[in-house]
């Protein structure tokens, strides 16, 4: 693949390496919510179709991306949040059991189970992440810690601050093992990273769409798997209900929802300016695919992977190539590291002790040889 800059609308005298905090904007969504605008402005009503046909078309798309052959298992949220606290509302777990996390997970896949074991009086167990001084991963911390008393492991794919990967194929055989639920955030990898819920086999993926996936902010997928078949939704609305479709019988209240996971679709999912957006967003993820993405920002760090470990920069062996977050040694200070990096319009994340380097098929490889100039300069 080569650069695909041309697609969206950045400065040529910015570095934007900072995707896993938001993508900038697709051109072609930007096209797609002008042109859903201009139709709003031409047409007062809206055709009963047009609430269900571009939103099937979606969740077929989404189900692409992560190799499902049931686009039906795919749900449309607001936020990561929103499909996190919906598997916390189906979940069973009494008092005794426990649901592990790992250290400093993203809040949103942390809040719902913090308030839910204390509901039910189970504990929440946090798995700390290693220390340079050991030799064990943090997956094999997180394999250690599952036993008979484990309801759930709540996990992302990535790491959001400091990018490492999860081996969520060993995780999700040990939970079988056990009879617990794998539930997965994949906010920082679904569209970058390669994922497949045919091989992996979690209860819930959810991810936010505004990152990898490209989309408008306030959008989300949500893949539930059969655990979560019968389950009840955060929401009672109207669309997710059988015969939602026929507008002249409404009132005739249907109890029986629509099949598999669209009991779980947030009430007004059919939004007719961000699903085009969506639409074109993934459109263009199936055509460059998750493996392209890693292909093209592997070659990125290509050059600069020598220049770092000159400076005591190591990057860790398994890592995502979209989403690196690299420890500073003494000699750097954080502080004057991002005064540099905004004085050169450098877009970075600092996350903790790290920063977060997170490049996209936008990206130039004159740009992370930028990073390392500032990384240089500030070495002391």
């Known amino acids: 693949m080569e650069c695909q800059r041309h697609l969206f609308p950045l400065r040529d005298d910015e570095a934007y390496l900072n995707g896993a905090s938001r993508s900038p904007q697709l051109r072609t969504g930007a096209a797609a919510a002008r042109q859903a605008l201009q139709w709003r402005e031409d047409h007062s009503g809206m055709p009963i179709e047009g609430f269900f046909a571009p939103v099937e078309q979606l969740k077929a798309s989404f189900a692409q991306l992560i190799n499902s052959p049931e686009p039906g298992r795919v749900a449309l949220i ?17 008092r005794g059991e426990h649901i592990l996390v790992v250290q400093d997970q993203f809040p949103s896949n942390y809040y719902a189970w913090h308030r ?11 798995v700390a992440r290693p220390t340079g001084s050991t030799s064990d991963s943090w997956s094999d911390r997180v394999l250690a810690a599952i036993g008979p008393e484990t309801a759930a492991v709540a996990i992302a794919h990535v790491h959001w601050a400091d990018g490492t990967v999860f081996d969520l194929e060993a995780i999700r055989r040990r939970t079988d093992e056990v009879g617990a639920w794998l539930v997965i955030d994949g906010t920082q990898s679904i569209g970058a990273l390669p994922f497949d819920v045919a091989r992996i086999r979690p209860d819930a993926l959810i991810a936010g769409g505004y990152k990898w996936l490209l989309g408008p902010y306030g959008t989300g997928y949500a893949w539930y798997g059969p655990r979560m078949d019968d389950g009840v939704p955060l929401e009672e609305n109207w669309i997710n209900r059988a015969d939602s479709h026929d507008f002249g019988r409404l009132a005739n209240y249907r109890h029986a929802y629509r099949p598999l996971a669209a009991r779980y679709s947030v009430g007004e999912h059919s939004n007719f300016i ?12 199936n055509s460059w695919t998750p493996q392209g993405v890693q292909a093209y920002t592997a070659r990125l760090w290509e050059p600069v992977v020598a220049e770092l470990a000159a ?9 995502a190539h979209h989403l690196v977050g690299v420890r500073l040694p003494a000699r750097i200070a954080m502080g004057r590291l991002q005064h540099a990096c905004e004085a050169r319009r450098i ?9 977060r380097i997170s490049p996209n098929v936008y990206n130039r490889p004159a740009e992370l040889e930028q990073v390392v100039e500032v990384l240089r300069d500030c070495y002391q």
């Open 347 to 355: 877009s970075l994340s600092y996350r903790g002790d790290a920063v």
């Open 78 to 94: 607001p936020a990561a949040s929103y499909g996190i606290a919906t598997v916390a509302k189906n979940l069973p777990l009494s």
């Open 311 to 319: 400076l005591g920069i190591h990057l860790p062996d398994r890592r």
């Open 116 to 126: 839910l074991c204390a509901d039910a009086g189970a504990e929440l167990i946090t």
């Open 274 to 285: 961000s699903i085009p957006m969506q639409q074109a967003a993934l459109d263009q993820l």
